[in-house]
């Protein structure tokens, strides 16, 4: 599989506000920013705004005389302005929370599974999810709601079902696989619909 | 951090199951940014973990459902007194209905029983695109933007706020469009109420404004006799005919 890689051109029309790579750039980055932001804890309201801040940023950095100065890691240079927007808002809180220091607020609940409260849900990747569950054997389907639906601690789950934590990400990693064909066959019907090549 | 170290921590699914420490979570979000294979990696499987969390959610409830309904049929058959309960949470409607004149209200309280059977039906609706209303309410005047597709229905998902100083037994859903036009969605236990609440919107439901208001009903004997409003959630709709669902 080819994958997208960003240059000059690219970034250059995105300075100068070509709708399609606008329209690519939020595409390629809005997941990024939902599941880097939402690991945070952060309130999905917090998540859209500091998404948008991204987004408003970068485009105003790239307007500026230097831009970007290696467009070949574009990416890097937008979860750096993301990582500036973060933190912004975490001093902000530490501020307004007296007797928080920023490390206590910049804390990490720790341990704790993704949850991206429904973002990235659509019809076809609930159809997806649903045929590699049915097709898995019983434990495993257990194994996962335990972690998923029910939150409960990732060792006593494993414990309790005769399994250990590295079987737990294989069986994650295997149904990822699965479900990456038909994740990746979407991104390539919206590839083709904005014209941006591979991603 | 490389892709080869990437692959080599199994970085992707460790960073989903939360196990990567904080210096290695900086580094791995460093790489997925910058690397394109691993930036695909990381949205599939995100996806996948949005997305299971959610299907088994929905299982759970229509499981709930399944188990609830008969449970019900037989406890009215069992139990005369039930008549009881059933009649205060008429009069609750009608005293409610006269109080705030709803014209879409005429006619429900000689339904209570079947909507209470139908809320549980669509407590969890199956394969609809479903819009996200979590912490909207919390937003101060900003108003997430649906957009459903026409001739189709599509579900709310909100978290019923613990506020209720009412102690309510059930809360009932209403959805008010721009017109003032309000219908009723659904009736939520207050058992139901404690986890997030997928409800349906019927196919045809206008385009504009439209706000989710959720009215606790007061409990049997508490005095009380209209139902009040403890949250309402503004949102716009916006009825398209052929696009991707993102709540």
Redesign the interface.
Known sequence: ME???FDKAYVDRLRDGDPLTEQHFVA??E??LR??LR?RRL???MVEDLSQETFIRVIANLRKDRGVRQPE?F??F??SICNNALQEHYRSLAKNSKNQTLEEVHM????????????????Q??????RI?VGMPKRDRDL??A???EEKD?DAVCNEMGVD?EY??VL??R??DK??AL??KG?IGARRATGMGS? | MDHNQALQLQAAVKYVLGELSQVQRDEYEDHYFDCAECAVDIKALATFADTTREVLRHERATQIAKELVPARAGWLRWLQPALVPACAALLLLVGYQNLVSIPHWKGLAVQSAPLAVEAVQVAAPQGLPVFSLLGSNRRGGARPVFHARAGESFALKVDIPDTDSFASSSYVLRLDDGSGTARVLSTVSRDEARNTVFVEVPAGFPAGNAQLVVLATPPPGAGARTAREITSIPFVVAIESDIEHHP
């Open positions: 994958f997208f890689s390629y980055f997941q990024l599941i880097k690991y309130t999905s309201d890691r990416g890097a937008v979860n990490e609940i720790p341990d704790k599974v993704l949850d991206l409260e429904g973002m990235l849900v659509t019809k990747s609930a159809e997806q999810v649903r569950l996962l709601r972690i998923f639906l990732k934590r737990l990400r994650i990693h149904a990822k479900f990456k994740y990746e991104q991603q």
